[in-house]
């Protein structure tokens, strides 16, 4: 097996804060996050993984987060959420539901894909080209319903990959990337555990627990994966977090307290991660 791999998922801009708390004290308590041998992002955590895996520090990440930067306007409304869920929550089936979820994507009027790439491409910044070290990005392709990751030698851009990984369906339309359509790759699962498999230890960073409808959560693939011979740490929004958060990940104005509860809860996570990730 090969080294370690680090996994962060998708969760809005909220979980996405609460995300990079978690990173910033880990990294407070000495555990290098950049020596991953892979990182694997899911929308958000595409995002940011690509950032840190392009040098940023998960301290400014977190700083960025408290004052405000990195905003996104990312109004849901109620029609959009209904068509959402009765699509993912149609089927008791993971592929049905996917492809219900799919459809509905397809076929729900939203802004053009540029507001995705635009939206994304100030996310991330001046990072535009693929990192040195392993990065993969996770999206689900809108007509088979299929989980993909992009890497450095699939000859899109990051920014192409980042922008279909974050392409949450019905809010925002599938985008256009080499010749296939896709969309956000938490659809089916908001941490793709399954693209870690073979790696002898893995982190895992979670903002959401688990996708809308009849599909694996993290946790269950973090048992999958320790099956397989993994030693792996699975780390989920604890009580705390869960109320810092909310219930609205696109909640702007609860950035600030989600990553500071990140933080808090990775300074208490810190031995049990330094554990398997260093040991």
Avoid: K
């Amino acid at each position: 097996m090969p080294g370690t791999a680090l996994v962060l998922g998708g969760g809005g801009p909220v979980g996405g804060a609460w995300l990079t708390g978690v990173l910033a004290g880990l990294t407070e308590a000495g555990i290098d996050l950049g020596s991953a041998d892979v990182v694997i992002g899911t929308s958000a955590g595409a995002v940011f993984g690509s950032r840190l895996r392009s040098g940023a520090s998960a301290a400014d990440l977190y700083e960025r987060q408290l004052s405000g930067a990195d905003a996104v306007r990312l109004p849901v409304t109620l029609r959009q959420t209904a068509r959402f869920l009765r699509a993912a929550l149609g089927s008791r089936d993971s592929q049905r539901s996917i492809e219900r979820l799919s459809r509905a994507a397809l076929h729900t009027r939203t802004g053009p894909e540029s507001d995705v790439f635009d939206t994304i491409g100030a996310l991330l910044g001046d990072v535009r080209d693929w990192p040195e070290r392993e990065l993969r990005i996770a999206a689900v392709d809108a007509l088979s319903g299929r989980t993909e990751a992009f890497d450095s030698r699939s000859g899109v851009t990051l920014l192409e990959a980042v922008a279909a990984s974050c392409a949450v369906p019905v809010v925002w339309p599938p985008v256009t990337v080499a010749g296939r359509r896709w969309m956000d790759g938490g659809s089916r699962s908001t941490a793709n555990l399954q693209l870690a498999r073979g790696y002898r230890r893995v982190l895992a960073i979670a903002p959401v627990p688990t996708a809308v409808g009849p599909h694996p959560s993290a946790s269950q693939q973090a048992a999958e994966l320790s099956d397989d011979g993994a030693r792996v740490i699975l780390l989920c929004p604890d009580r705390a977090a869960r109320r810092a958060m909310g219930r609205n990940m696109t909640d702007d104005t609860r950035r600030p307290a989600a990553a500071r509860a990140g933080h808090a809860q990775a300074s208490a996570s810190a031995p049990a991660v330094a554990d398997v990730w260093q040991g």
